[in-house]
């Protein structure tokens, strides 16, 4: 693994299924984000982790759930999967534990949900 | 409401020419940042301004961090096709990064 790597790279997800995204960094970073991009709004943080142990919600959280049990993966979990989150999501890394300095992201997951 | 404002959204441009794009907000940052994406891949980090007023030029592109720290711009000379792609400002408020709309460009 060289970077930060995502899974699946696309997915088509019936309404009312559970779905995880997967991100795995090996770059020992600390603070790990996931992002949702939409056309016209940008990418819009939805949950972030400091550092092990840690997560907070970003600006739009809801539907949405993450854990961080050791510094290398990130899941983004979906428990119900409404239509209004299709979307492409990012996932993302940082040195610091606050996130300071350059953000690394991976190739991104297009999810379509119907 | 987004926190932070490009303009413009969309840009065509022929090779050659200069262009500025635009990131505003009504709040403080501490830094902010310029990335661009490329289609079917993530953001990859351009520069990070931190003192207000600051300008930093990466080779035909120049970088400038309003006084205030809450606006910035991006300024190419001599547009390539290489250039093309979403241009993706971000402020950093010292609890989160929060992205800009993009602007989209495009050279010809």
């Known amino acids: 693994i060289a970077g930060i790597t995502q899974a699946p790279t696309s997915q088509i997800l019936a309404a009312g299924r559970r779905m995880t995204l997967r991100c795995t960094q090996d770059?020992?970073?600390?603070?790990m984000y996931w992002y949702r991009q939409d056309l016209g709004l940008g990418l819009r943080l939805i949950h972030y982790?400091?550092?092990?142990?840690?997560?907070g919600k970003g600006e739009v959280p809801d539907g949405y759930s993450v854990s961080r049990a050791n510094t290398d993966d990130f899941p983004l979990t979906l428990a119900s999967a409404v239509p209004s989150q299709t979307s492409v999501y990012f996932c993302?890394?940082?040195?610091?534990?606050?996130?300071?300095?350059?953000?690394?992201f991976g190739p991104g997951t297009r999810l379509t949900v119907l | 409401t987004q926190l932070l404002e490009q303009s413009p959204q969309f840009l065509s441009i022929q090779e050659g020419e200069n262009l500025t794009v635009y990131c505003n907000s009504s709040?403080?940052?501490?830094?902010l940042q310029w990335y661009r994406q490329e289609p079917g891949e993530g953001p990859v980090l351009l520069v990070t301004?931190?003192?207000?007023?600051e300008v930093k030029k990466l080779k035909r592109l120049t970088f400038q961090f309003g006084d205030a720290r809450k606006d910035s711009s991006l300024h190419i000379t001599a547009a390539q096709p290489g250039d093309t792609g979403l241009y993706l400002c971000?402020?950093?408020?010292?609890?989160?990064?929060?992205f800009g709309t993009g602007t989209s460009l495009t050279v010809i």
């Open positions: 770059m020992r970073h600390n603070a």
């Open positions: 982790s400091n550092t092990a142990g840690t997560t």
């Open positions: 301004v931190v003192t207000g007023g």
């Open positions: 709040s403080v940052f501490s830094s």
């Open positions: 993302a890394s940082a040195r610091g534990d606050r996130g300071h300095g350059e953000q690394f």
């Open positions: 971000a402020g950093d408020t010292g609890n989160q990064f929060y």
